[in-house]
């Protein structure tokens, strides 16, 4: 198996973008919307675009950058819609790789969906059996043949009847020639806004730094259960089915979106600053530094240091040039992959006690070698915060953990964890905390699930099957 010392993280799995605008260049502003969404997927991506008459996807493996590298299309209908996608270990197949695009009865459709299903398998048998064909291993392509076999009259019914079908994460936006889509799980784990650009046109995004790029004003986000329409006649909602709480996803706050995005009604930036602002107050280290394992650590980090007055610099320095790098899983060869990718600043760190915060420790490798670094460096003692509980659990709703056995938490204790990764002290956000780093989003509307067993619904499997599924077949 192959291994990524790096990827120490949980990773999202997608970000989608779709545009309604017959004013402006559909092709070029999708591809500044996913260029904005980059940080949610950089295995692959793509858009979807259709002239009036047929629907064109155009995909590739990569970072947007490289898959329009000769350039964007130059489609010159009004809709489009487009994907980036991380997928999970083994899976990077470009079969997968997003839009998905077919026919059916009614035409053409294009569908991009960012989540996981939980009900994948039973729909997936129940299709087969009736005799779908399936072209990739993703949980999208049950939804487009769930679309294509429903027996409504119109799109939108069919679309309406297909989802309430699947169970799990999803938020889906569709389009065929003359219109637009969106829809969001009635639990609202993964974000879905809608905006406006400045030519009356509608957009809606994974999240609202993509409507700043393209220069589109943020209207609303697109409630749970919630089906949208656009077309020639504007915006048309429905709410499609209810559930009994709200769940987003707290790690969306914690890691995946951009710090300058605001996800339903709470601004990122201010959630990690206040994260670090209730680590000072739930540890109060006398400290002489505060550092951040960089990028994601950074935000808290500052607010860490604003709280307590502990000066912020810049202990460690990013390779930013440095992709994924896939070696073999021995100590020494991790241990070099993490000093390509990181560096220590000697004279920063050098005899000063110093507080380190990240986002999440799920494997507990890098960090440990993190530690040796600063040790190496000259770090008098090294105290971790974590902004991030301990995660134990697998995620079932659209997030690349590892199986559980894999999750360091789930087998040791804080103290066991602190002696395995060679900190002096270490400390984990309390749920509490987190919940009060974020007014605006009641704990109660927070999805835990990873962090305390806590499942909003039901899971697929129960057992290391039902863990492995975790890692098959996400968007």
């Known amino acids: 198996m192959q291994y990524d010392p790096i990827w120490d993280k949980i990773h999202e799995e997608c970000g989608v973008l779709g545009i309604y605008d017959k004013t402006v260049e559909i092709p070029r502003y999708i591809y ?11 295995e692959s991506g793509g858009m979807a675009l259709t002239d009036g008459t047929d629907i064109h996807t155009y995909r590739g493996m990569g970072l947007i950058s490289s ?5 964007v299309p130059e489609e010159d209908g009004h809709i489009g819609i487009g994907h980036v996608r991380y997928s999970t270990t083994g899976s ?3 079969r997968n790789i997003q839009p998905l695009a077919v026919y059916t009865a009614m035409g053409e459709i294009a569908l991009a969906h960012n989540g996981n299903l939980t009900n994948t398998r039973l729909l997936r048998e129940a299709l087969e059996d009736s005799g779908a064909t399936f072209q990739t291993t993703m949980d999208s392509e049950v939804i487009v043949n769930l679309i294509g076999r429903s027996k409504k009259k119109t799109f939108e019914e069919r679309i309406i009847d297909s989802v309430k079908q699947i169970r799990g ?4 936006v569709l389009m065929t020639k003359e219109k637009m889509y969106g829809a969001r799980d009635p639990y609202g784990f993964r974000p879905l806004c809608i905006g406006r650009t400045g030519t009356g046109g509608w957009v809606l995004a994974s999240e609202t730094c993509a409507l700043d790029a393209i220069g589109a004003a943020f209207v609303r986000d697109v409630k749970p259960g919630e089906f949208i329409e656009i077309g020639e006649n504007g915006l048309r909602s429905v709410i499609f089915a209810a559930a009994d709480r709200k769940q987003v996803c707290s790690f969306e706050y914690i890691y995946f979106a951009r710090p300058d995005s605001i996800i339903d009604g709470q601004d990122v930036y201010q959630a990690r600053l206040n994260m670090g602002r209730e680590m000072w107050n739930e540890t109060r280290y006398d400290a002489d530094l505060v550092i951040s394992v960089p990028d994601s650590g950074t935000t808290a ?21 440095m992709g994924r790098t896939f070696i073999k899983p021995n100590q020494k060869q991790r241990e070099l992959a993490v000093r390509m990718k990181l560096n220590v600043v000697k004279s920063v760190v050098g005899g000063k006690r110093i507080v380190m915060v990240d986002d999440s420790i ?4 890098t960090s440990g070698i993190i530690c040796k670094l600063l040790r190496e460096a000259g770090a008098k003692e090294v105290y971790m915060c974590v902004s991030a509980p301990p995660v134990k659990y697998s995620c079932f709703y659209g997030i690349d953990t590892s199986v559980r056995k894999e999750l360091i938490a789930a087998g040791l204790n804080v103290e066991e964890i602190r002696k395995y990764i060679g900190v002096d002290k270490l400390h984990f956000i309390s749920e509490s905390g987190l919940a009060r780093a974020m007014p605006e989003v009641p704990k109660e509307n927070m999805c835990l699930a990873c962090f305390n067993n806590d499942y909003p619904t039901d899971i697929p499997v129960t057992g290391e099957e039902g863990e492995k599924y975790a890692l098959e077949g996400k968007c």
Do not use: C, D
């Open 32 to 42: 500044w919307g996913l260029f904005a969404l980059q940080h949610r997927g950089q």
């Open 67 to 71: 898959v329009f590298e000769k350039g």
């Open 92 to 94: 990077n197949n470009p």
């Open 169 to 172: 994460a999803y938020s889906l």
């Open 301 to 321: 980090a500052i607010g860490y240091a604003m709280a307590s007055g502990i000066p912020f610099n810049h202990g460690l320095i990013k390779n930013r040039y």
């Open 362 to 365: 799920v494997r507990g490798t």
